[in-house]
């Protein structure tokens, strides 16, 4: 028994100190490598040799633009390998002006070697798994798809036709009957009631209207008057 527990105890033990090491958030990480490549870019103007600066921007840009992260763009690398091949970048970045051929001035030197190292400290410092909140986030959306696929099955269990026959067949069928007829009593009542309340008013108004076209007919079909005098005195 004390040979099957042993091994789980420091497995155990290094778990918070993994979790309390690693507190940055890895869009921090992202960040800083377009700060640190946009200022090689602009401290590679001012400096002689500048090409190596000039590359290690461009690296530590696409590593963090192909991140899969919050500022990715392309995002083809997991966490771990964006930070295994950030460190590999960063070093070789550090170690490159030994090289003469690479070697820039000396404010170049100083600047790529402050940028490597300081990249390299702040990838062993980023957390490189989702955070509590994006855990408890998506919790709530497999509980949410739980719940309506329990919902769905709810819903297409009662949809489930009957067999005619049976007695469920027959409640559903007397049910729909009363249903249909307490619906054509009501429409019924209500129909009665509409006429009583709006029956004179609208035979008024039909009578008005016979009586207005009468009289437009009438002024249509009549002679004016000059004329009518005209006939008379012939």
Do not use: Y
């Amino acid at each position: 028994m004390s040979q099957g527990t042993a091994p789980s105890t420091p497995d155990v033990e290094l778990r918070p100190t993994s979790g309390r090491r690693r507190w940055i958030p890895f869009w921090v990480l992202q960040l800083t490598e377009l700060v640190v490549a946009f200022i090689f870019v602009d401290i590679s103007v001012h400096v002689g040799n500048s090409g190596l600066l000039v590359g290690a921007a461009v690296a530590f840009a696409a590593l963090a633009v192909t991140a899969h992260g919050p500022l990715g763009i392309l995002r083809i690398c997991r966490p771990w390998l964006h930070l295994t091949l950030l460190i590999a970048v960063a070093a070789v970045v550090a170690v490159a002006p030994v090289l003469p051929a690479l070697r820039p001035d000396i404010e170049g030197i100083i600047v790529i070697e402050f940028g490597a190292i300081g990249l390299i400290r702040l990838a062993t410092l980023t957390d490189m798994h989702p955070s509590s909140r994006s855990r408890r986030s998506s919790s709530v959306r497999n509980d949410r798809t739980v719940i309506d696929a329990t919902a769905t099955a709810a819903a297409a269990a009662t949809a489930t036709p009957v067999p005619n026959g049976s007695p469920g067949a027959d409640s559903r069928t007397g049910a729909a009957a009363r249903w249909a007829g307490r619906a054509a009593g009501v429409a019924s009542v209500s129909g009665r009631r509409a006429v009583a309340k709006h029956g004179p008013e609208a035979e008024a108004q039909v009578k008005r209207a016979i009586r207005g076209a009468g009289r437009w007919t009438g002024r249509l079909t009549s002679p004016p008057d000059g004329e009518t005098g005209g006939s008379t005195d012939r």
